[in-house]
């Protein structure tokens, strides 16, 4: 699941970087505009993950010690 929400903060954030430098939305491009339901729906998966990526910051870490 970490990994998976890894991922699509990663997807969410490349998009992000496109429409910023070049005002390009690579996910409204390939899935249709900003009102498909596809795109609405991988944005919203996005958000979700990002959410959750919250709570690794309240994780406990292992130490490892020597």
Do not use: C, H, K, P
């Not at 699509?8 to 690579?26: C, T």
């Not at 491009?29 to 339901?37: A, C, K, Q, R, W």
């Amino acid at each position: 699941m970490r990994n998976l929400a890894l991922i699509l903060i990663i997807i969410g954030a490349v998009n992000w970087g496109l429409i910023g430098f070049f005002r390009y939305d690579l996910v409204s491009s390939v899935f249709g505009g900003n009102l498909e339901i596809v795109s609405r729906v991988i944005f919203a998966i996005v958000g979700l993950a990002g959410l959750y990526a919250i709570s690794f910051f309240f994780r406990n870490r292992e130490s490892t010690q020597s």
